[in-house]
């Protein structure tokens, strides 16, 4: 078992910058690979980006390439979203996610742990 803890969301203006965090405890975070995914108000939750367990490959949606980050410190059991010239349709609830070992996956079915998600509201 792994609990996810995310932070680091808020309002920010467009064009803007914020830095998600997402705290894992339980289990040793090196060994599995990471999601961040969103959900705006009456959409379905989509994908944002992933890194893997082993290299740390990273993966984004082609709506977020070139503007977010995604990193992680398996010394601080954390992975972080680093997100830049942030738009108005970036508002939604982002949550983080695991999988021990998995390959990084676009679909949310793919990962096993979830964390309770955290808003960011970007206003034009």
């Known amino acids: 078992q792994v609990q996810l803890v995310e932070s680091g969301g808020g309002l920010v203006q467009a064009g803007g910058s914020l830095r998600l965090s997402c705290a894992a405890s339980g289990r040793t975070f090196s060994s599995y690979t990471a999601g961040w995914f969103r959900q705006a108000p009456g959409k379905e939750r989509e994908f944002v980006a992933a890194?893997?367990?082993?290299?740390?490959?990273?993966y984004y949606a082609d709506s977020v390439k070139g503007r977010f980050t995604i990193s992680r410190d398996d010394a601080e059991n954390t992975v972080y979203l680093q997100m830049n010239s942030l738009k108005p349709e970036d508002t939604a609830v982002y949550y983080c996610?695991?999988?021990?070992?998995?390959?990084?996956?676009?679909?949310?079915?793919?990962?096993?742990?979830w964390g309770q998600g955290t808003q960011v509201t970007v206003s034009s």
């Open positions: 996610a695991a999988v021990y070992r998995g390959p990084p996956r676009y679909d949310d079915s793919a990962y096993d742990y």
């Open positions: 890194i893997n367990w082993s290299g740390g490959s990273t």
